[in-house]
């Protein structure tokens, strides 16, 4: 991920269309595409290994220290106003659960 890739207003239309689809959205045919906005407006490319491999949590729920604390950390906040509703979009930006930050910690030190 990056500041280079398209313009944030894009990004949250995409995501607001993928997110009202009916159907599964397959997207690893799209990994390495900086298309999954950051909270600072950058675009974060959607990394192959989905969860797995991803840097970027949802933090609402977290304090904002320990939110922080991981974004200087290397780990990414996923832009509050993009629609992850959708089972396979949450995916690349999950809640933040014990496993999931361990995971993004792991992810932003690669």
Do not use: I, K
Not at 50 to 66: F, H, K, Q, Y
Not at 81 to 99: G, H, K, Q
């Amino acid at each position: 991920g990056g500041a280079a890739g398209p313009p944030l207003e894009w990004l949250l239309e995409l995501w607001a269309l993928l997110g009202r689809q009916q159907s599964q959205v397959d997207l690893t045919g799209l990994a390495g595409w900086p298309l999954l906005p950051t909270r600072r407006g950058e675009a974060y490319a959607l990394p192959s290994g989905g969860a797995r491999e991803t840097r970027m949590l949802e933090m609402s729920g977290l304090s904002d220290p320990l939110a922080e604390a991981l974004e200087r950390a290397g780990v990414l906040c996923v832009h509050p106003a993009a629609n992850l509703s959708r089972r396979e979009l949450r995916a690349y930006a999950p809640l933040p659960t014990a496993c999931a930050v361990l995971r993004a910690l792991q992810a932003a030190t690669r």
